[in-house]
């Protein structure tokens, strides 16, 4: 089964922004799952509302590249399927909903997480190997 969802790139520092689901206890991009109807933009714009208190119009966006791999915290044979784009402004975030920290990762940091999203390891190791963060 397969698990459309959109996630949010936002590199400070050489490090990717991270959000904590208190629900799956783990770091992954901003972001999440669309809803029926919607485009993956309005999707990503609407997460972003909910889960960092900010507010971006999906003109705002720029895809970056899209990702499989499997959902953590789901069924086991659940892929995740996202399209991942970068917001080129700065913004203040605040964590809210069931988001419980909002940090700033390099590859290596993530990878001491006792919890991993597979998603997020295989966006940081592509941002890496492009050079765009430690």
């Known amino acids: ?21 208190r629900n799956k206890q783990c770091f992954y ?3 999440g799952k669309i809803d029926t109807g919607e485009t993956v933009a309005k999707a990503l714009c609407r997460e972003i509302a909910e ?3 900010v507010t971006i119009s999906e003109y705002e966006l720029n895809f970056y590249t899209h990702i499989s791999a499997p959902a953590y915290g789901e069924e086991n044979g659940i892929i995740m399927e996202q399209d991942c784009f970068f917001l ?12 419980g ?17 597979p998603g997020a390891v295989m966006i940081l190791q592509r941002l890496k190997n492009e050079g765009l963060i430690d």
């Open 101 to 117: 920290e909002l940090k700033y990762f390099s590859l290596i940091e993530y990878l001491s997480e006792i919890n991993r999203a």
């Open 51 to 53: 889960e960092m208190n």
């Open 29 to 31: 991009l901003p972001g």
């Open 1 to 21: 089964m397969k698990l459309p969802t959109a996630g949010l790139l936002i590199i400070e520092e050489r490090k990717l922004l991270l959000a904590y689901s």
């Open 88 to 99: 080129h402004r700065n913004i203040i975030p605040q964590p809210s909903a069931e988001i």
